[in-house]
């Protein structure tokens, strides 16, 4: 089937619907709530039902507006136009998905953002096998691999105990749909005293509908940081330091395998994690679904695709609006 890749987004013309637009399209399928993905899509919408929950949440006077919002839970299908549509797990956020789309025969198949590993909160990522991938690559290069599940759940909780033994206030960076929720899951998990800004603490309910308890997470205020950990969105890095106590940072992004991460970030502690797939993961993911074609979006596309040119596959790197060259939009958000 044809895709037509524009500045507005991915769209398939034959079944006429839009993958992930970026701006306001009569139907579309949004693969999670990252606010890159889910935008202010004006008429039918697709997508997981804690997708559109979010979404919801995020854009309550646009979701409102005479839209058809169409949940699709994982492992269910529906039917556009004369093509087959079926949502499959994808391990990034709660509630993200791939989409996969089979029409005359061909296989499509969507990741949206998507990683192998399994994540702190979210689901496994279900590996399709499909005529054509499009797939993310942000982190397309071998010097990307992260840590596992565990292995970050516990830097994170070793490092918040070392910080309050010593009577400093740990304090995580994460943005506020994601791995904001992640860190909080992870110390609240350890009985670490966790004190959660607003806008990370306002997704927190959908994680616990989803099935994560955050045991005695508290509203972050200013004036009672001490002997507790902070989870904050990255802007509040000045506002923290500012307050000249005993603040110690951990910065937990894949980003952190940077050299320069530490100069960035401010942070004393590096914890090289992501919600997206590490060089070693995104061949795993192609491996495992055995694509003719593959379309290569977000990140390092152009190395990457070579890479699995080198290697023997059929790819290449469309330009889209989201095609993302630099560090600096992904440390705003993964
Ligand atoms: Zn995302």
Same mark, same amino acid.
């Given at each position: 089937m044809d895709l037509h890749y524009s500045s507005d987004g991915i769209y398939i013309p034959d079944i006429d619907l839009w993958l992930d637009p970026q701006v306001s399209k009569p139907a579309c399928w949004i693969s999670h709530a990252h606010s890159d993905h889910a935008r202010d899509y004006s008429t039918t919408v697709f997508g997981t039902?804690?997708?559109l929950e979010v979404y919801r949440l995020r854009w309550p006077a646009i979701a409102s507006q005479n839209q058809s919002l169409q949940p699709l839970p994982y492992g269910h299908s529906c039917v556009r136009n004369g093509a087959t549509l079926t949502c499959l797990p994808a391990a990034h &956020? !709660?509630?993200?998905?791939?989409l996969l789309v089979e029409f005359k025969g061909e296989r499509l198949l969507y990741t949206g953002d998507i990683k192998r590993r399994e994540p702190i909160c979210g689901v496994l990522t279900e590996i399709v096998p499909c005529d054509h991938l499009i797939l993310e690559s942000t982190f397309g290069?071998?010097?990307y691999h992260f840590l596992s599940r565990q292995e970050a759940m516990a830097e994170i909780v070793n490092f918040a105990k070392e910080c309050l033994e010593d009577g400093a206030t740990p304090a995580f960076f994460g943005y506020p749909l994601g791995r904001g929720?992640? !860190?909080t899951y992870a110390l609240t998990q350890?009985? &670490?005293?966790?004190? !959660?800004?607003?806008? &990370?603490?306002?997704y927190l309910s959908i994680y616990e509908q989803n099935g994560y308890s955050f045991p005695g997470w508290e509203p972050y205020d200013a004036k009672q940081v001490q002997g507790r950990a902070l989870v904050v969105v990255p802007g509040m890095r000045r506002v923290l330091e500012a307050t000249g106590k005993d603040i110690r940072i951990a910065y937990v992004s894949g980003w952190a395998r940077l050299d320069n991460a530490r100069t960035?970030?401010?942070a004393e502690k590096l914890i090289p994690y992501s919600d997206h797939a590490g060089f070693d993961e995104l061949l795993e993911i192609?491996?495992?679904s055995r694509p003719s074609r593959i379309d290569i979006i977000h990140g390092y596309t152009e190395v990457f695709a070579k890479t699995l040119c080198d290697r023997g596959w059929n790819a290449s790197s469309p330009a889209t609006a989201r095609t993302r060259d630099t560090q600096e939009e992904a440390l705003a958000e993964e």
């Amino acid at each position: 089937m044809d895709l037509h890749y524009s500045s507005d987004g991915i769209y398939i013309p034959d079944i006429d619907l839009w993958l992930d637009p970026q701006v306001s399209k009569p139907a579309c399928w949004i693969s999670h709530a990252h606010s890159d993905h889910a935008r202010d899509y004006s008429t039918t919408v697709f997508g997981t039902p804690v997708s559109l929950e979010v979404y919801r949440l995020r854009w309550p006077a646009i979701a409102s507006q005479n839209q058809s919002l169409q949940p699709l839970p994982y492992g269910h299908s529906c039917v556009r136009n004369g093509a087959t549509l079926t949502c499959l797990p994808a391990a990034h &956020i !709660v509630g993200a998905a791939q989409l996969l789309v089979e029409f005359k025969g061909e296989r499509l198949l969507y990741t949206g953002d998507i990683k192998r590993r399994e994540p702190i909160c979210g689901v496994l990522t279900e590996i399709v096998p499909c005529d054509h991938l499009i797939l993310e690559s942000t982190f397309g290069l071998p010097v990307y691999h992260f840590l596992s599940r565990q292995e970050a759940m516990a830097e994170i909780v070793n490092f918040a105990k070392e910080c309050l033994e010593d009577g400093a206030t740990p304090a995580f960076f994460g943005y506020p749909l994601g791995r904001g929720q992640e !860190v909080t899951y992870a110390l609240t998990q350890a009985g &670490i005293r966790t004190a !959660v800004h607003g806008a &990370i603490a306002k997704y927190l309910s959908i994680y616990e509908q989803n099935g994560y308890s955050f045991p005695g997470w508290e509203p972050y205020d200013a004036k009672q940081v001490q002997g507790r950990a902070l989870v904050v969105v990255p802007g509040m890095r000045r506002v923290l330091e500012a307050t000249g106590k005993d603040i110690r940072i951990a910065y937990v992004s894949g980003w952190a395998r940077l050299d320069n991460a530490r100069t960035r970030s401010g942070a004393e502690k590096l914890i090289p994690y992501s919600d997206h797939a590490g060089f070693d993961e995104l061949l795993e993911i192609v491996e495992g679904s055995r694509p003719s074609r593959i379309d290569i979006i977000h990140g390092y596309t152009e190395v990457f695709a070579k890479t699995l040119c080198d290697r023997g596959w059929n790819a290449s790197s469309p330009a889209t609006a989201r095609t993302r060259d630099t560090q600096e939009e992904a440390l705003a958000e993964e």
